[in-house]
Structure formats: structure tokens, C-alpha cells
């Protein structure tokens, strides 16, 4: 392939790549990842409450990372509420799962603008060492899409698995019980998604420019020694 063509692809890999590493900043630092509803079980089992009823009952929320509000209600109003993670809700929540998200997103953020580093880079220097070509692409585009599907597999495990919402929900509430009734994961989490299909995107793009992937370039360079081998 012509360095010029190259070029392009690199420079497009690169500024998806920074794009992704701007994106997921921003989403680490919104209540933008889950949207919940909630129900007031113990006030909808105390006036027996049904259909139309319940909405009366019902109350919703937003949260992030780090921080999220919504509204409680139990039949005598709207009651808003907010929340913050550190330090508040540590006693509340799967701790070492929140934290290793919050640490697998820091990574994949200096991962990405690492990985934007080496595509310009290689787009317009000259490689001299193998880390900096096509390996440490390949390197960079593996552990930012690593990450990027750490942060998703444990986010959900976090909300799915331990019910973080509830938690969130039933926070200093010693008198009513709360129920949660419907989960979506809106913006910052499609965010991380999307920032992981496009380093998988990068990878094929790689390819697209006439680099071998590490492990068929590997077994290639087995094969030649072993034949130089035998030849002396």
C-alpha cells in the first residue's frame, strides 16, 4: 500500500481514537449511565394501592460514577434526593467492583491518547523500533478495548448482579422499602460501547494497511528461522 494511503488510515485511526479518549472523559464524569425507576413498597402495601394508583408511589433516578439524584416518592410527594459515591455510599456498595471500574476507565482514557500518540506517529514519523510500529498499534488498540469491555462486563455485573440501584435507592431510608422497577443504560455507558468497537475498528484498520496481525506475523518469522536453521 502507497505511504500515502497509509497516512490517511493512520490519521483516521488516530482521531477516532482521540475522539473515544474525549468521550469517555466526559462520561466518566456524568450521572449519565444508568436511568432507573423505583417503587415504595412498604407505602403501596400500607393503602393497598393498584393501577394508576402506583404512580404515586413510583419515584426515579440517574446515576454515574462518581455521583447521580432522582426522586423519591411514598404517596406524600416528591421527595428529591442526591447522591455521591465517594464518600457516601462506600458502605452501601460492591466497593471493589465500583473502584476497578473507575480505575479500568482512567486506563482506557491514557491507553486511547497513547494510542493516538502512536498512530500519528506512525503517520508521519519513522519508526525505528518495533514498539513503535505496527506491534504497538496492535498493543494499544488490544489493552484500550480490553479495558473498554472490562468497564462494561463490570458495571453491569455491579447493577445486574449486586442491584446498585436499590442500594442507591434505600440509602438512609430506615422506614420505606424501595423496589426497582425498570433499568436502562443511557448515554456515558453507549459511550464506553461505542469506544470499544471503534478500537476494534482500529485494529482491522491496521490490517488495512498491510501490517500482519502480531500472531500470524510471529509464527512467519518462526517458520523463516527454522528454515534458515536447517539450511546451515
Known sequence: MPNQQKKVIFCMAGALSFVCALGVVTALGTPLWIKATFLCKTGALLVNAS??????????????????????????????FRISFFPDLLKAIPVSIHVNVVLFSVILIVSTLVGTAFFMYNAFGKPFETLHGPLGLYLLSFISGSCGCLVMILFASEVKIHHLSEKIANYKEGTYVYKTQSEKYTTSFWVVFICFFVHFLNGLLIRLAGFQFPFAKSKDTETTNVAADLMY
Do not use: I, T
Open 51 to 80: 393501577g394508576q394508583e402506583l404512580d404515586k408511589f413510583m419515584g426515579e433516578m440517574q446515576y454515574g460514577l462518581f455521583r447521580g439524584e432522582g426522586v423519591r416518592q411514598c404517596g406524600l410527594g416528591a421527595r428529591p
